[in-house]
């Protein structure tokens, strides 16, 4: 059956391809209308913070905040990755949160160094950072009340335990609340030519995470040690000849040239980090604790107190052995399990654990953590 003129006249509209114009005005049109929501999300949270303001800040709002945003970001696919949608929610939670409770977070800094990064997926952008410059004084920014949270490195696939935060742990008692399981790439970063480069600056495990890499493309160069990974681009800026490995994102910041990405000798690089300080965390369903031990040095100590997870039918996830410094022979033990503390099978384990310790402690309780991209 043949059209009409006005079915032909309405097919020809439909048909009509789209101006970039037309296209412009609905990006702004878009733009407005998530700015109205994004100011109406905003005023629902001040005026829930009025009537609630504990509900903010807190490590049981981080927790479900985190959550909330991945489980968003899966359920609308399109043409942002689920990564992408999960940053834009984080930050707008993040600010929403700075109207009511502004938080203080102590990280290895400078800014842009890894544990910047991994505080940028728990806190997001919208919280006032403190950088600092070893691990210890992140920890002493908590146990002070100078900051609410502090993030510490805890173990590398590659290199291993970090030395340094195990040792704060026995040191200043404080509370994992959170742990954060971070790919880490690293980044070859400079203002010369990568056959110009004649030093090259980062932390020792940065390093030492790409010294295969280093010796094949860059074995006339010297490599320097330095506090952190900013700390080097810095350097790297200033210096004439000088490279840094770092971060893509301390590249841009410090105005380098990326010279060659992806340079550490594993692919499968991780690091994990934990949150110290805020209220102990609630029971998520899929959770870990952390403790540290030590027992008797004498023939079968170890393996009876590590029986008693199998015992109680406990699985381990981590597992470290720490010198203690000034003892000949002496060793704290450092385990991971799954399971909440407030979980019966761990808090049997845990008090079995500790009839056969001569000092135990546990660090906390937090989610299982879930694998992100720096």
């Given at each position: 059956m043949a059209k009409s003129s006005a079915e032909r006249k309405r097919s020809s509209r439909r048909e009509k391809p789209v101006t970039?114009?037309?296209?412009?005005?609905?990006?702004?049109?878009?733009d407005m209308q998530l700015?109205?929501?994004?100011?109406?999300?905003?005023q629902c949270a001040v005026e829930?913070?009025?009537?609630?303001?504990?509900?903010?800040g807190s490590t049981a709002e981080l927790d479900s905040a985190q959550a909330t945003a991945r489980q968003l970001a899966e359920r609308c696919p399109g043409a942002l990755s689920t990564h992408q949608l999960e940053s834009l929610l984080r930050d707008v939670y993040s600010s929403c949160r700075s109207l009511v409770h502004p938080l203080r977070v102590a990280i290895l800094g400078p800014v842009y160094s890894y544990s910047h990064l991994a505080a940028l997926h728990r806190f997001g952008q919208n919280v006032e950072y403190v950088p600092v410059g070893t691990i210890p004084a992140v920890f002493e920014e908590v146990q002070l009340r100078h900051a609410q949270y502090g993030l510490v490195p805890i173990e590398n696939s590659t290199d291993g335990r970090v030395a340094d935060t195990l040792d704060m742990f026995t040191r200043i008692k404080t509370t994992i609340t959170g742990v954060i399981e971070m790919r880490i790439h690293h980044t070859l970063l400079g203002r010369c030519g990568r056959g110009e480069v004649r030093e090259v600056y980062s932390r020792p495990q940065a390093l030492s995470q790409c010294r295969n890499w280093l010796a094949q493309h860059l074995p006339g160069a010297r490599t320097i040690e330095v506090t952190s990974t900013s700390t080097a681009a810095q350097l790297a800026r200033e210096k004439p000849g000088?490279?840094?490995?770092?971060?893509?994102?301390?590249?841009?910041?410090y105005g380098l040239e990326v010279?060659?990405?992806?340079?550490?000798?594993n692919p499968g690089n991780l690091t994990r980090f934990a949150v110290i300080g805020g209220e102990p965390a609630k029971r998520s369903g899929k959770d870990r604790t952390a403790i540290w031990f030590q027992v008797e040095h004498r023939p079968g100590a170890l393996a009876e107190a590590m029986n008693v997870f199998r015992r109680n039918s406990v699985n381990l996830t981590w597992i470290e052995s720490f010198p203690i410094p000034g003892h000949e022979r002496a060793y704290l033990f450092f385990v991971e399990m799954?399971?909440?503390?407030?979980?019966a099978r761990v808090r049997r384990a845990v008090a079995a654990l500790g009839r056969h310790a001569l000092r135990m402690e546990v660090l906390g309780s937090f989610p299982a953590p879930v694998l992100v991209e720096d």
């Open positions: 970039p114009a037309e296209l412009r005005n609905r990006l702004m049109r878009l700015i109205e929501l994004i100011q109406q999300r905003a829930l913070g009025k009537l609630a303001p504990e509900e903010f000088a490279a840094a490995i770092a971060s893509r994102q301390a590249g841009s910041y010279l060659a990405e992806n340079i550490e000798d799954e399971g909440h503390n407030h979980d």
